[in-house]
């Protein structure tokens, strides 16, 4: 499957990316449990999506080169649970986009760019052999071509916003490189309640606009006119004063400009919500 994210799906789930009858896929999960390569499961606490299938052996993952999927086999917590499902079942909907399923994938993707590791999202786990630093630790939906990068935020049923805040809050640095380096930003917000597109569009609005002028952007002006002004009145002992030369007035009036443009230009390109209708029932 596309993802495999963290090796759980639901029957229809699998239906749709398929193609094939249910009937099929039925018999192919009960062969997967057969041959001990996955087990089927009703997750305790969410009775509305039936049954979840869970690819459990090692090799399976080998194979499809996305082996760092097995430490995430086990489902872990309602949420976490829900968030795979909500992850897959976006990506499921757009399958000719460019993901990169793997964290491996991600990283070496934003290397390719000359964007350093330490803009890119992660967190710290402790272990027997001491700490390791995980990128893009949520596993979430990423997709990145010449053009564009869209990165989809999951919410699991959260009674609040605060989630895709602190989420988007970790990449906005990364997003501020890419939009630097050309690449238009598409961030979606997806969600399975009535309630998660509400919650999410306010923030991805505020996201999206122009930034406000700032005393920062105030100064930079200020700077522009003085230089351009020195250059303009063409005073030899004012420009070796201000700028050295004219050669580096020229060059200090190039990086100011360049900095104000990117300063008033609006970090994100577009943004959406999008909320599931297979693990509503509703493809059944």
Not at 28 to 43: N, T
Not at 178 to 186: A, H, S, T, V
Not at 230 to 246: F, H, K, N, P
Not at 250 to 273: C, D, I, K, Q
Request: net charge positive; proline share 4%.
């Amino acid at each position: 499957m596309a993802c495999l994210h963290g090796g759980v799906f639901t029957r229809l789930q699998w239906t749709s990316f398929l193609g094939c009858h249910p009937e099929k896929v039925r018999r192919a999960v009960r062969a997967l449990v057969a041959q001990g390569l996955a087990v089927e499961e009703a997750p305790a606490g969410i009775r509305w999506i039936g049954r979840v299938c869970r690819i459990r052996e090692r090799e399976v993952y080998r194979a499809l080169g996305a082996e760092e999927f097995h430490r995430r086999r086990r489902i872990a917590s309602r949420d976490v649970l829900m968030r795979r499902l909500l992850a897959l079942d976006y990506v499921l909907d757009r399958p000719r986009l460019p993901w990169l399923p793997t964290e491996a994938e991600k990283v070496a993707a934003f290397d390719a760019l000359g964007i350093e590791r330490r803009v890119l999202p992660q967190r710290t786990y402790g272990g027997a052999t001491g700490n390791i630093a995980r990128h893009f630790h949520l596993g979430l939906p990423v997709a990145l071509d010449a053009k564009r990068a869209v990165f989809v935020h999951v919410d699991p049923g959260h009674e609040t916003a605060k989630g895709l805040r602190a989420w988007g809050a970790a990449h906005r640095e990364l997003w501020s490189m890419l939009r630097d380096l050309g690449r238009g930003i598409e961030v979606v917000a997806a969600g399975w309640t009535w309630h998660s597109p509400g919650r999410a569009r306010p923030v991805l609005r505020n996201w999206a606009r122009s930034p406000r002028p700032s005393e920062h952007d105030a100064e930079i002006d200020r700077e522009i006119e003085w230089i351009k002004d020195v250059i303009r009145s063409r005073d030899d002992r004012r420009v070796r004063e201000v700028c050295g030369d004219l050669r580096g007035g020229l060059v200090r009036l190039a990086e100011l400009e360049n900095r104000a443009r990117h300063r008033r230009r609006r970090l994100l390109h577009r943004v959406g919500t999008w909320r599931t209708e297979r693990l509503q029932g509703r493809l059944l």
